[in-house]
Structure formats: C-alpha cells, structure tokens
C-alpha cells in the first residue's frame, strides 16, 4: 500500500467502525469465518445452552453477536453461504438456491457447485485481487474459485470413489494428502466435521491465509434426522463447539491471533416438521405434468421446484399463467395443505429471490414442501426443516464475531446476512459490489459482554 493511500484506508476504516490496527494498515489483517450450518442463535444467547457451546460464549464475552440474522430467500445453504460472501441477495449474485432447475432429473440431481454462477465479486476473491492468500474448506460454490488452497464441497455420492474426485478438485495439488500426513491419518469419505477441522487447522498452519472459509455442516443433519433441539443436535452442537474452539487453537498457535478476527456464522435456523406439500401432484392432475410407468417427468408445462418451507413454480408457457395462478390460489384457500403466501414475480422480486421462477410460496410452520407428485400432502420425511421465508425468528440465522477488529462488546440486536461480507471487507481493506450491505459498526456503544 503506498503511503499516499494509507491515510484514506485508515480513514475508511474509521468510517466503518473498524478501529485500523497496525496489522490492518501493514496490510496483515486475517478473517476465519467459520460457517455451523444450522447453528441457531439460542446457541450461544441462551443460558440453557451454555454447557454445549463454551468455545461460542468465549467468543462473545470477548466480542459481539447477534441476536438474530435475517437471511435471504430461500434460507438454504448455498444461497445463503453465497451472501455471506457477496453481500447481496440471490436474485443478484446468480446462486438461487441448492440445487439446479432440472424437472427431467437429467443432471441426476446436480447443485450450484461452481464458483462460476457466482455473478458478483466474493470475499477470498476481492482479497486475492488485492494480493492477498485465501481459502476455503467445504465452502459451497466454490469448485473453480481463484483461490490459493480449496477443498471445496462436493457432495458427489457416498461411495469412498467421492474422494479421489474431491482429491482432484482441491488446490493446490496434494492438499488432501499433505494435511493427512500432517495428521497422521487418512481422509475417508464422507467426509466430517473431524477432517473438516484438521484440514483448515493445517491449512492455518502451513498456508497462512489471510482470510479462511470453513463449513461445518454435522449440526444441520442432525436437526434434519432428529428434530431442532434433540439430543441428537444437542450432542452434535457440543461436538462442533469444540471444533470451533480447535480452529481458535490453531490461528493461537500460529502466532495470528493480534491479527485474525473469528466470525461465526449459520445460514439459517430450523422448523420442526410434520406434513409436506406437493403441488406437482396437482399439476399433474390438472395435466400440466406427465409422468412415465417409473415416475419420471417425460413433459412438464408447470414444475415446482422445492426448496424446503418454500420452493418456486415455473411456468413455461405465458399463456398458462393465469391458469397456474388460479390453480396455487385454490390450494391456498384450503389450511390443509398448509400454504402461508404465494408469490408472484413482483413479490419475488422484492425479495431478491428466483428471478426466472413465475410464482413462489411459503408454507405455515410444521410443513415442508417436496418435489414429487404421488400425492398433493403426506407425512414429512424429515423431523427439521428450513427454506422458509426469513422473517420467522425460528429461521433467523447466527453471528459472532471478535478480535483486534472489534472494539465493540454486546449484543448486536438483530443483523442483515447481507451486512456480513461488507463487515469483513473492511476489515481486509478489500472491495466488495457497490450494492452490497451496510457494514456493522463493530466500534459503537454496545452492551456490556456476558
């Protein structure tokens, strides 16, 4: 940085609220933001929940947090994961949800994995313009992103065969090797949160990124099989608390921890679940889905496409519009079926969600949507859910966040996810689009830490 520019990035800084830190204007400042997927705040906000998560309360004793993150439509992992990179809405960064629109199943049930959709400058991205080292573990949308190390996440099958192509797929060549002789044991497959851990601890050791993804993602099955709150995700949050608690460890062991701030995120939180609605069913019904002897779609003139507690509807001719409309707006009328808002483009666009979808809708609580077409409504098949629309407090998402950046202590109150990537910009003095969030002001009066 030249010594005409540095005074105006200290300035800037100030602006933000982020107090500029010898190492921030050397240009040495280091973010790990560390992504729990599922993680809702009650996790480190309620006192209950205090021996699961002592590595989340250290955090905010010595930091800020949020009491609540509304997150984006659909509150899913990779629309989310992406604006908590982006700072912008789906609608705007191109990852509209998790999986691709594929009604035929012809891509055998392909996600956004590539760094490619992303239409909008990410986080590690900005960083590496501006010359410096970054990194992911298991971070979504990230298979082919410019990034010095990447294990990116790749779901693939559950066959150990996964692995070599994830052994591919990772930067640089070796990666997964390297660390697991650092480790002394080999990387199997699935992968967990235990590999997960070890490899960005290594990473931090070894690479010295300035800034490092990392997803974790053991608490959302469990809430998924077992239900939010049961023992099962009780034990698995304690469990991932002290992963936490292990990367905290290493940027300590590194010798960064006067130059690294923590962020802890989530994508979203979670529902209890009991019925599911499939509105393919009634397309079906109506004759604007057909299906084989196999059940596979053979032609489609309406699909919805689920995304959990919402999904969207795709029309593709205009003429059947009005017809489609009317179809979603006689569901609604029935409570049985559980829907709680239809959308149209107007609306979705106002949310930043699908731009290409002709309809959207959100289910009540309890319900969860689903893709197929064998009956309108059965028994849900999972015990948690999310997807839904962001506004419920239940699906509100987390955020913690301390170190030299934050001179701030307390609570937040309740945050925009659009307002974290801004947040870490700053801190790494990097740029993000014009049109992302407003940065938190991590050095105005907040309450005192517990």
């Known amino acids: 940085m030249s010594r005409y520019l540095a005074p105006l990035v200290v300035f800037a800084l100030g602006l933000l609220g982020i107090p500029p830190t010898a190492a921030q204007q050397s240009g040495e ?3 790990v ?19 699961q998560t002592p590595n989340l309360r250290a ?5 800020v947090w949020a009491d609540g993150v509304v997150g984006v439509l659909p509150t899913v992992t990779y629309p989310s994961h992406t604006t908590l990179i982006t700072g912008v809405d789906p609608a705007r960064h191109g990852i509209y949800d998790n999986q691709i629109l594929d009604p035929e199943g012809r891509s055998n ?7 490619s959709a992303i239409k909008v400058p990410t986080l590690p991205m900005a960083a590496r313009a501006r010359g410096l080292r970054a990194a992911a573990v298991t971070w979504p949308v990230t298979i082919g992103m410019d990034l010095d190390v990447n294990a990116p996440e790749y779901i693939g099958s559950r066959h150990e065969e996964s692995l070599g192509m994830l052994r591919v797929l990772s930067q640089p060549p070796g990666l997964l090797d390297a660390a697991a002789n650092m480790r002394g044991k080999p990387f199997g497959w699935p992968q967990t949160d235990r590999d997960r851990t070890d490899l960005a601890s290594y990473i931090i050791r070894t690479h010295d990124p300035h800034v490092l993804l990392v997803h974790l993602i053991g608490l959302d099955s469990a809430q998924h099989g077992s239900g939010p709150g049961s023992a099962d995700a009780l034990r698995t949050m304690h469990e991932i608390d002290g992963y936490v608690g292990e990367i905290v460890a290493a940027v300590r062991a590194a010798g960064h921890a006067d130059s690294t701030t923590i962020t802890v995120v989530s994508d979203h939180g979670f529902l209890p679940l009991e019925r599911q609605l499939q509105p393919n069913a009634a397309f079906k019904a109506a004759g604007l889905l057909t299906v084989n002897e196999r059940g596979a779609v053979t032609s489609w003139r309406a699909w919805f496409h ?44 106002a949310r930043g969600a699908h731009p290409d979808a002709d ?7 309890g319900f969860y949507t689903g893709a197929g077409h064998d009956v309108l409504v059965k028994a849900a098949s999972n015990k948690g859910g999310h997807g839904f629309a962001p506004d419920r407090p239940a699906l509100h998402s987390s955020l913690v ?12 109150g309740v945050v925009k996810m659009t307002q974290i990537a801004p947040t870490l910009a700053g801190i790494l003095d990097v740029r993000l689009a014009a049109d992302a969030g407003t940065p938190i002001l991590l050095a105005a009066p907040g309450a005192t830490a517990r």
């Open 109 to 115: 049930g392909a996600w956004y994995w590539y760094a």
């Open 401 to 412: 966040m301390a170190g030299p950046a934050v001179v701030r202590r307390g609570s937040l």
């Open 306 to 349: 689920s995304s959990g507690g919402s999904g969207y509807v795709f029309v593709k001719d205009a003429a059947d519009r009005p017809r489609v409309k009317q179809l979603l707006a006689d569901l609604q009328r029935d409570a049985a079926h559980g829907i709680r808002e239809v959308w149209d483009r107007e609306a979705l666009a």
């Open 33 to 51: 933001l560390i992504s729990i997927d599922g993680l809702m705040p009650s996790s480190y906000t309620d006192p209950a929940l205090a021996p």
């Open 29 to 31: 400042a280091r973010v």
């Open 359 to 365: 309809f959207g809708l959100d289910v009540v609580d």
């Open 59 to 63: 955090l905010t004793r010595n930091g």
